[in-house]
């Protein structure tokens, strides 16, 4: 078997270099712990993303200017060669020349020069975190007697508390304690390409992989219940769940194991630099039973395309409504356990067509996923805002989902756009309405059925029909 060592960086790659280059060819890439990379080494290079760097190079089948030489020819080549030649065998040794490997210097549609200006080996700031929360987790012992959400929060909490040798979990600064759950989810089990299929918690914690929305509903159940509220957002080839604990925002990949600082759309963004904290994981580390050679593949793909600027931003999702519509959800009951805000609310509204195509159709199909599991909803619980609508089908799809359909009243098309909104009567209590800051921050208030009437004694709601409310006051 041929490998390709590059010990500066710490990366082999399985086969010959002519391997590595050919686009039809997969390849299998080992990337070792580099003490560079480690702050508390005395070779350590801020900025030291050079693995990542080359991997984008090989990918695109990139390398010009290839020689092969002889390993003395090469030794020989260098300056100080001749430190070698004690230990070394010359008797059948002949000079010769290296050779030149067929050119790979022309990236597909691009120079040469533009693919360099593209790949930038110093966008990325990678930190190596040294912990063993995840094998912790990966242990089975912690496991025993975990049959609900609340007994899973319950159990992780208490090895947080031994971890940092604390009373209880509030005694742990809230970055340290989100920081912890994510490390801890990332050994739960190993990757699957799809998700589990559990019923019950004993179920689930007994087998022995999951998807990646299995962890990340795993994590954003886990900083919910710490009183964070998560948003998730889509990577390249995941999720990362984002939350800001006082001025700083985290957005955590537990399959790869990295939290990205600043946001998951700030590591997108070219003209910022990605700071990025690794740590760890079973699923990374092969003499782990969580280990999984598909997270490693995500976590350096990931990187790669990170650093070459091949990423782009992408809008947040509420967690409780990501929840919604997982095993997590309602078969598993994280949202019922979360969610103490006393009546239900609505999580999501997702209509069978784009906002502007509202005016004209003769009917609009809403699915609304709500809080609470086992309600029975009726028209009365909703308005129809933004015209003259009316309810004539509310279906059950599953415990937290309903098909809600509206028509225009007079029977005709739609002049304006409808939209849904919780009755003053009805069984509905609040709404989360998305909003982003001025600093890019996405908070999900909560706002109160009252505010969306229009006056003493109105039945028609003035919830807007985009979904997005902005409150100066109480009383505006």
């Excluded at 995840?134 to 947080?160: E, K, P, T, Y």
Aim: aromatic share 10%.
């Amino acid at each position: 078997q041929w490998w390709v060592f590059d010990a500066m960086v710490g990366m082999a790659l399985k086969g010959t270099l002519d391997d590595v280059l050919d686009m039809t060819n997969p390849v299998d890439v080992m990337v070792f712990e580099n003490a560079q990379s480690d702050p508390t080494s005395s070779v350590f290079r801020p900025g030291n993303t050079d693995s990542f760097y080359l991997l984008n190079w090989y990918h695109n089948s990139v390398s010009p200017d290839n020689l092969r030489y002889s390993p003395i020819d090469f030794l020989f080549s260098l300056p100080y060669g001749d430190v070698f030649e004690p230990a070394l065998d010359l008797s059948a040794w002949t000079p010769t020349a290296p050779t030149a490997l067929p050119s790979h210097g022309q990236p597909d549609g691009m120079g040469l020069g533009e693919f360099v200006s593209i790949i930038s080996r110093q966008r990325l700031e990678l930190v190596l975190i040294d912990t063993d929360v995840s094998a912790i987790a990966s242990g089975s012992g912690w496991r025993h007697g975990v049959n609900s959400f609340g007994s899973f929060a319950a159990q992780v909490d208490a090895l947080l508390t031994a971890h940092f040798d604390v009373a209880q979990a509030s005694d742990v600064p809230m970055d340290d304690r989100a920081r912890f759950y994510a490390q801890f989810v990332s050994g739960l089990w190993s990757l699957d390409t799809v998700p589990s299929s559990a019923s019950s918690w004993t179920d689930l914690l007994a087998g022995q992989s999951a998807g990646a929305g299995d962890f990340i509903a795993a994590l954003t159940g886990l900083l919910m219940n710490a009183g964070l509220s998560p948003v998730i957002r889509t990577t390249a080839n995941g999720f990362v769940a984002e939350v800001q604990i006082g001025e700083e925002i985290f957005a955590f990949d537990p399959v790869t194991a990295m939290n990205f600082l600043g946001g998951w759309n700030r590591a997108a963004d070219t003209t910022q630099l990605a700071n990025i904290e690794t740590y760890h994981s079973a699923n990374l580390q092969g003499g782990q039973s969580a280990y999984s050679a598909n997270a490693a593949s995500l976590r350096y793909d990931l990187l790669s395309l990170l650093a070459g600027g091949l990423i782009s931003p992408s809008q947040a999702i509420d967690g409780l409504a990501f929840l919604a519509g997982t095993i997590f959800g309602s078969e598993l009951g994280v949202i019922e356990a979360l969610d103490d805000e006393g009546a239900a609310r609505i999580l999501a509204i997702s209509p069978d067509r784009a906002v502007n195509a509202f005016i004209g159709a003769v009917s609009i199909v809403f699915d609304v996923t709500v809080s609470e599991a086992g309600i029975a909803l009726t028209a009365a619980d909703f308005l129809v805002s933004g015209a003259a609508g009316m309810i004539t089908s509310i279906v059950a799809l599953d415990p937290l989902t309903w098909r809600i359909t509206v028509v225009p009243q007079d029977g005709g098309v739609f002049a304006s756009a409808p939209w849904l909104a919780p009755s003053v009567a009805g069984q509905l209590g609040t709404l989360q309405v998305p909003e982003s800051g001025s600093d890019g921050a996405l908070g999900m208030p909560t706002i109160d059925r009252n505010l969306f009437q229009g006056g003493s004694g109105s039945t028609q709601s003035i919830f807007p029909a985009h979904g997005k409310v902005r409150l100066a006051s109480t009383s505006t």
